[in-house]
C-alpha cells in the first residue's frame, strides 16, 4: 500500500475533515440580485458568501453597494477564481475570498449572510448561524429552507430569466 508523502497528508487531512455541503452550480446573475434585493443590502453592510463558488455575489454585493464582501469555499480553485474575477470587476479591496470549511468558518461579524447550499447543508449550517449571528442579521437562501424547525420571514417566488421558476427565502436572527 503506498501512503501519501508528507507534503500532501496536510491537504489530504483537510480534504477529509471538510464537509462538503453542495456542489458547484452558480447561482444566476438575475437571482444573485434578488438575493441583494430581498436582504436589502445597503453600503453599511458586510456580507459573507457560504459555498461562494467563483465569489459572484460577493462580488456584486461589493460592486453595486460598496459592502465589504467575503466568500468562503472549500474548493481552492473556486477561491482562486473569485480572486480573478474580484481583480477584474475592481472590487478586490472590498472582497476577500478564503477556504475555508462553511460549518467552522466565522461569521459573526456578518450583517448578512447568503447561502446556495442544499436542505441539508443549511440545517447543519442553522445552529452555526442562529449562535453567531447578532440580531437584525439577514440570511437568504436560495431554493432551500432551513427545515420546519425554522420557518423563514419572508419567501420570495419569481420566474428567472432563464424561465425557471426561483424560491429565496429569509430570515432575519431576532
Request: glycine letters at 6%; aromatic letters at 6%; proline letters at 6%.
Amino acid at each position: 500500500m503506498l501512503l501519501p508523502s508528507l507534503t500532501v497528508l496536510p491537504v489530504l487531512l483537510l480534504t477529509l475533515q471538510s464537509q462538503k455541503l453542495a456542489p458547484y452550480a452558480p447561482t444566476p446573475p438575475d437571482v444573485v440580485d434578488r438575493m441583494l434585493a430581498l436582504a436589502a443590502v445597503s453600503a453599511g453592510d458586510v456580507l459573507i458568501d457560504l459555498g461562494c463558488g467563483d465569489g459572484r455575489i460577493a462580488i456584486r454585493a461589493a460592486r453595486k453597494f460598496g459592502v465589504r464582501a467575503s466568500g468562503v469555499d472549500i474548493d481552492a480553485r473556486r477561491i482562486d477564481e473569485s480572486r480573478v474575477n474580484a481583480k477584474a470587476a475592481g472590487v478586490e479591496h472590498l472582497t476577500e475570498f478564503r477556504v475555508e470549511d462553511a460549518l467552522t468558518t466565522d461569521v459573526s461579524q456578518a450583517t448578512v449572510v447568503t447561502l446556495f447550499i442544499g436542505s441539508e447543508g443549511n440545517t447543519k449550517l442553522r445552529p452555526v448561524l442562529q449562535r453567531q449571528l447578532k440580531p437584525g442579521a439577514r440570511i437568504v437562501s436560495h431554493a432551500f429552507s432551513m427545515g420546519p424547525e425554522w420557518p423563514p420571514d419572508k419567501v420570495d417566488q419569481f420566474t428567472s430569466a432563464n424561465g425557471d421558476t426561483v424560491t429565496l427565502y429569509l430570515w432575519t436572527i431576532k
